[in-house]
């Protein structure tokens, strides 16, 4: 089987799934309100396993494992940082058993390293402390149990991302760069992402030069995620501009309700899709897929649409 940066260049465009998380949520998983699904590899494994497999049924040729909020930093909140290498490695395992129950094609696994701080933290970001390391063993952890590529999501500062790509890319696996973006309140310059009500200033970068400062730490291709459907486009334009390798796209749509964590108002399949087929056409976009608030039949439309492209 050609590799992932050989399938990028042959100009294939891939299917990654949905939001893992939400989805986890969506079938009656309560979140933590700090580690967020992390906790679920732990208390409803099948869940976890079964919406890898749903995805993969559906027809997403990358699944990623539920490890985006299972870093020792963020587990350490809830008294679990001693549990945090058993943890990503169940949830690995979990994808992996999900493809060798269903998938009738090869299916990569993607390990997801984050962002995240503990989600009560005021920080946007998880730095400080010993954030480096908790990071440098997640990577190395998810390389040993297996995945075939790690996806650096919601990139939106310089510091904190510098870390998480350069410990992914130590891996020596293909690295997936997932910036997260908003438009600023001029509604022209984009910016990088900021979700938190607090004076937190770590994230409030100009994109463009965010990703001028970080692109010279490597990573195979670079894209827009956790972005609402709205802004992805303006931060595909700019990301264009700035990252020379392949792009991907998978946004989030529909509106966070707390404290439960559920999306409401999403984007139906096809309008979703009818999205990701401009982000491809205007802006060549290869990797595509969902972020919160997408689930498996948005996958599944997804699939139509780019097995219809390719006729």
């Known amino acids: 089987m050609a590799s992932l940066n050989e399938r990028l260049q042959n100009g294939e465009i891939l299917l990654l799934d949905g939001g893992v998380s939400t989805e986890i949520r969506r079938r009656g998983v309560t979140l933590d309100k700090n580690v967020w699904s992390g906790l679920a590899t732990k208390t409803h494994p099948d869940a976890v396993r079964q919406v890898h497999a749903d995805y993969i049924e559906a027809g997403a040729q990358i699944i990623t494992a539920n490890t985006y909020s299972t870093a020792r930093h963020v587990l350490e909140s809830i008294n679990l940082g001693h549990e945090s290498k058993m943890i990503n490695l169940k949830s690995v395992q979990l994808a992996q058993q999900a493809r060798d129950e269903v998938a009738a094609e090869p299916i990569l696994i993607a390990g997801s390293m984050s962002s995240m701080p503990p989600l009560t933290s005021h920080r946007e970001v998880a730095i400080g402390g010993q954030v480096q390391s908790s990071y440098q063993e997640l990577a190395e952890g998810l390389a040993h149990a297996g995945v075939d590529l790690i996806i650096a999501e919601m990139m939106r500062d310089v510091e904190n991302a510098g870390i998480v790509i350069r410990a992914a890319v130590s891996t020596g696996l293909p690295v997936l760069i997932g910036f997260s973006a908003m438009m600023a309140e001029n ?125």
């Open 187 to 311: 509604g022209v310059d984009v910016r990088s992402l900021r979700w938190k009500n607090t004076d937190d200033t770590t994230s409030a970068h100009d994109f463009g030069e965010m990703v001028d400062n970080l692109k010279p730490l490597g990573g195979l291709a670079a894209g827009i995620m956790h972005t609402r459907v709205e802004d992805t486009g303006p931060a595909l334009e700019v990301l264009r501009q700035h990252w020379p390798g392949p792009l991907m796209a998978y946004a989030e749509t529909g509106k966070l309700v707390l404290p439960d964590w559920r999306y409401e108002e999403v984007s139906s399949p096809r309008e979703y899709a009818a999205q990701i087929e401009g982000w491809i056409r205007n802006y060549g976009v290869q990797i595509v897929g969902g972020c919160c608030g997408t689930g498996p039949e948005h996958i599944r439309v997804l699939r139509q649409l780019l097995d219809g492209l390719g006729d």
